[in-house]
């Protein structure tokens, strides 16, 4: 029997969450929740996920604003 995680992060990739980040906060508000530059200066989903893949601690902001989100929808 295979055991059901409650984690909302399980089965969805980076550029899932972050497309979901951008509809919901839009990116100047996902740039006042985390400021980092590729969400300030001419985002974009591909750029934004170079970076996330490259920086773990900002990853780690997104997935936790996205779990936070997840309550607020």
């Given at each position: 029997?295979?055991?059901?995680?409650?984690?909302?992060?399980?089965?969805?990739?980076?550029?899932?969450?972050?497309?979901?980040?951008?509809?919901?906060?839009?990116?100047?508000?996902?740039?006042?929740?985390?400021?980092?530059?590729?969400?300030?200066?001419?985002?974009s989903?591909?750029?934004?996920?170079?970076?996330?893949?490259?920086?773990?601690?900002?990853?780690?902001?997104?997935?936790?604003?996205?779990?936070?989100?997840?309550?607020?929808?």
């Amino acid at each position: 029997m295979k055991r059901s995680s409650n984690d909302p992060l399980e089965g969805k990739t980076l550029a899932v969450i972050l497309t979901e980040l951008v509809e919901v906060f839009g990116w100047k508000g996902l740039a006042e929740q985390i400021p980092v530059r590729c969400f300030t200066h001419t985002p974009s989903i591909k750029s934004s996920l170079t970076f996330l893949r490259r920086t773990p601690w900002a990853r780690e902001k997104v997935e936790n604003l996205y779990r936070a989100s997840l309550g607020k929808r």
